[in-house]
Nanobody, 115 residues
């Protein structure tokens, strides 16, 4: 069975950094495209970053230059390094992948940025 387990969220001051982790079970992060989404209170869920099977990366406009998505194949884990955080980054962050037409989501990890 596919399972995505997220960790690393928390409360951070504006300008600070956090690194989120997504440990994958039942799939390989080296075979599947992996995504990070986020959903702020009262807002729709939005795509933040993608790392492709080949290792290419794509970012949404707002985190571009501040966030870095990466993976550790040995640990079968995807990361989202977040720098220069601001209040607009406050959201629940979700790991996501699609395998054989099915969507799989992590449980979400809360990121709260205070000033």
């Amino acid at each position: 069975q596919v399972r995505l387990v997220e960790s690393g969220g928390g409360l951070v001051q504006a300008g600070g950094s956090l690194t989120l982790s997504c440990a994958a079970f039942g799939i390989s992060v080296g075979i599947n495209n992996m995504d990070w989404y986020r959903q702020a209170p009262g807002k729709q869920r939005e795509l933040v970053a993608t790392i492709t099977r080949g290792g290419g990366v794509v970012y949404a406009d707002s985190p571009k230059g501040r966030f870095t998505i990466s993976r550790d194949l040995a640990k079968n884990t995807v990361y989202l390094q977040m720098n220069s955080l601001n209040s607009e980054d406050t959201a629940v962050y979700y790991c996501h992948t699609t395998s054989w037409g099915r969507d799989y989501w992590g449980q979400g990890t809360q990121v709260a940025v205070s000033s």
